[in-house]
């Protein structure tokens, strides 16, 4: 079993930054990769990031360039840097982590006012 809890959510203004964590923790050597999900209202959740436990990227089109997501290995760790936010950004925020079985956390809201 994995257990994961995000942190840093909040309210911001367009053109603001926040930084979201990822607390793992558990059986995390069956885990190799990592990812943010985000769900808005009324709309599915969608990806935001990946990154595999050795440290491969990949991300959504419409983040591209203005998130950066990363991890810290030693610390079970996983993290979102957003910057640039933009009132489209406002969502729900999702910690995944994937191996035998797929694990969420329960969410952190990031708001972003225009």
């Known amino acids: 079993q994995v257990q994961l809890v995000e942190s840093g959510g909040g309210l911001v203004q367009a053109g603001g930054s926040l930084r979201l964590s990822c607390g793992a923790s558990?059986?995390?050597?069956?885990?190799?990769?990592m990812g943010w999900y985000r769900q808005a209202p009324g709309k599915q959740r969608e990806l935001v990031a990946t990154?595999?436990?050795?440290?491969?990227?990949n991300y959504a089109d419409y983040v591209k360039g203005r998130f950066t997501i990363s991890r810290d290995n030693a610390k079970n760790t996983c993290y979102l840097q957003m910057n640039n936010l933009n009132p489209e950004d406002t969502a729900v925020y999702y910690c995944?982590?994937?191996?035998?079985?797929?694990?969420w956390g329960q969410g952190t809201q990031v708001t972003v006012s225009s």
């Open positions: 995944n982590a994937a191996g035998p079985n797929y694990y």
């Open positions: 558990g059986s995390m050597f069956s885990i190799y990769l």
């Open positions: 990154i595999t436990a050795g440290g491969i990227t």
